[in-house]
């Protein structure tokens, strides 16, 4: 199970249409709840977030000190400060939209 925390609609339509095709079960965050408490009622589910969300790296950096998921991370283009506070927050993969875009199946496949 992938938890998607992605609040642009074009986006999520993507990511929704793309896992159906490959039958990889996703879980859309909502967005009146803490990522953290979706990732941890989720038993070993993965994460899939936009990194440009305000307030999502720390509350990345919280998800991963108290359960280890594993984070995929991407943001609208590069930006190194971002880059870098994702991956201090221990995200394990950040690219750019337009890589996952590139790399969607095999990111999902993956989860």
Partial sequence: MIVVAVRDLLFRSKITSAAER????????????????VVRETAGASVLADL?????????????RDTGARVVGFLGHLQADLIEAAEA???????????????????????
Avoid: F, H, S, Y
């Fill in 89 to 111: 927050a221990g995200v394990d993969e950040v690219m750019t939209r337009g890589q996952l875009t590139g790399r969607l199946d095999e990111v999902l496949r993956r989860g």
């Fill in 52 to 64: 440009n969300q305000p307030g999502m790296v720390e509350e990345l950096a919280a998800l991963k």
């Fill in 22 to 37: 490959l039958a990889v079960p996703i879980l859309l965050a909502p967005r009146d709840r803490p990522l953290g408490d």
